[in-house]
């Protein structure tokens, strides 16, 4: 498995933007599909957005598509989430995760390894 630290969370006004960061290290990163979560107080964790292990397939739910970006640098074992017009419903704590396998997944089970997760604010 490999360890996932994020960061880049913190407070941001509606209508603005962050990026989000998350660390790979422990085994080689480039086999590993990447996802980006979020589980909101009182939700279930949800899917936020996905990328393959070389980067060439992306994907995204309706709620995000056309805001948020995933991208990824394996020379430097890390996965960013770029997100952009900010919404107050989009306030949550955001995990990266891992899947072995290397193909894109939307599915929380089929990720084998998980960041601790960064706090996002968005205040309306």
């Known amino acids: 498995q490999v360890q996932l630290v994020e960061s880049g969370g913190g407070l941001v006004q509606a209508g603005g933007s962050l990026r989000l960061s998350c660390a790979a290290s422990?085994?080689?990163?480039?086999?590993?599909?990447m996802g980006w979560f979020r589980r909101a107080p009182g939700k279930e964790r949800e899917f936020v957005a996905a990328?393959?292990?070389?980067?060439?397939?992306?994907y995204y739910p309706d709620s995000v598509k056309g805001r948020f970006t995933i991208s990824r640098d394996n020379a430097k074992n890390t996965v960013y989430l770029q997100m952009n017009s900010l919404k107050h419903e989009d306030t949550a704590v955001y995990y990266c995760a891992a899947r072995r396998l290397g193909a894109l997944s939307t599915s929380i089970y089929e990720y084998d390894s998980w960041g601790q997760g960064t706090q996002v604010t968005v205040s309306s």
């Open positions: 422990g085994r080689t990163f480039s086999p590993y599909a």
């Open positions: 990328i393959s292990w070389n980067g060439g397939r992306t």
